[in-house]
């Protein structure tokens, strides 16, 4: 697989531990690797090459601190955010026998989102922080007529740590 890629990407510091960004990019996939079900096996599955794949998409960024605030409980606090969307087709050309043309790319999600909350005190030697975290439906295993694509379904994922430093 050969992979032709523009980007363009917009960053803005406010300070030294804060961002907000936008991007946007464009690949061409040449020969993408696909998994895909062999026709008349069940359940077998090789891996092929389609003849080309484009992707579309856009990604934002955000990061902020709360360190100058004036409230001494909130300066302890951090958000982040980080959203992608992505639109991807395929073209599977003579590989597209039993097949649509008119897919995603296998493995390829229409959207992720990431995002957190973060406490963190020095001095009491806590942090703590909240995620969140979901990527859109995305195909696992290309199917045929007879067997259609196989999907990893959007699983919405929280996870929550604490670290305490004794003295």
């Known amino acids: 697989c050969s992979i032709h890629n523009t ?3 917009f960053e803005y510091y406010p300070t030294n531990s804060e961002i907000i960004s936008a991007s946007f990019f464009y690949k061409k996939f040449i020969n993408p690797i696909e998994s895909k079900a062999i026709i008349g096996a069940a ?5 092929v090459n389609a003849a080309s ?5 856009v990604e934002v960024e955000i ?5 100058g605030s004036k409230n ?3 300066q302890h606090f951090g958000v982040m955010a980080n959203a992608t969307y992505v639109y991807s087709k395929i073209n599977l050309g003579k590989e597209a026998v039993g097949q649509s043309n008119n897919r995603p790319l296998q493995g390829q999600a229409p959207y992720s989102i990431n995002s957190g909350i973060f406490y963190e005190n020095k001095d009491l030697g806590l942090q703590v922080n909240l995620l969140y975290n979901v990527v859109g439906k995305r195909i696992v295993y290309v ?8 999907y990893e379904m959007p699983r919405h994922t929280l996870d929550f ?5 004794f003295k």
Do not use: C, H, L, M
């Open 7 to 9: 980007d363009v990407k």
């Open 43 to 47: 359940r077998e599955f090789t891996f």
């Open 53 to 57: 794949a484009n992707v579309y998409g």
């Open 63 to 67: 990061k902020k601190n709360f360190a």
């Open 72 to 74: 001494s409980f909130f």
């Open 143 to 150: 199917g045929t007529d007879d067997y259609p694509d196989i």
């Open 161 to 165: 740590n604490a670290a305490y430093k």
